[in-house]
């Protein structure tokens, strides 16, 4: 089970910090994916087992994500109105960022366990 939080409304400029809380074997690949209505889930970060991190490339240099072992973080700095979505948590319980290939980690194909969302509005 995942579980988010964290997310709200902030001024573009301004920072979040969300969290997915994960029961159970949090997996090699933990992620952060985003959406907004009528448009695709589109991934954010990408964090595996053995510390390799990827980025989405209208994040990179302003999100970082990390996490402990229980708990995924991902902190959201200069944010802008573009970065208003509903936030999600993912995990695939098989594959690193590497061997994900030829599957990017930024695609949602591998993930099987999902959290409900935070929504983040940034204005």
């Known amino acids: 089970q995942l579980v988010e939080s964290g997310g709200g409304s902030v001024q573009a400029g301004g920072s979040l910090r969300l969290s997915c809380a994960a029961s159970g074997y949090t997996g090699d690949c933990m992620a952060w994916f985003r959406q907004t209505p009528g448009k695709e889930r589109e991934g954010v970060a990408v964090l595996d087992s053995r510390g390799k991190t990827t980025y989405a490339e209208s994040v990179s240099g302003r999100f970082t994500v990390s996490r402990d072992p229980k708990t995924l973080y991902l902190q959201m700095n200069a944010l802008k109105p573009e970065d208003t979505a509903m936030y999600y948590c993912?995990?695939?319980?098989?594959?690193?960022?590497?061997?994900?290939?030829?599957?990017?980690?930024?695609?949602?194909?591998?993930?099987?366990?999902w959290g409900q969302g935070t929504q983040v509005t940034v204005s």
């Open positions: 993912a995990i695939d319980m098989l594959h690193t960022i590497t061997t994900m290939a030829p599957f990017s980690a930024l695609a949602t194909t591998l993930y099987g366990y």
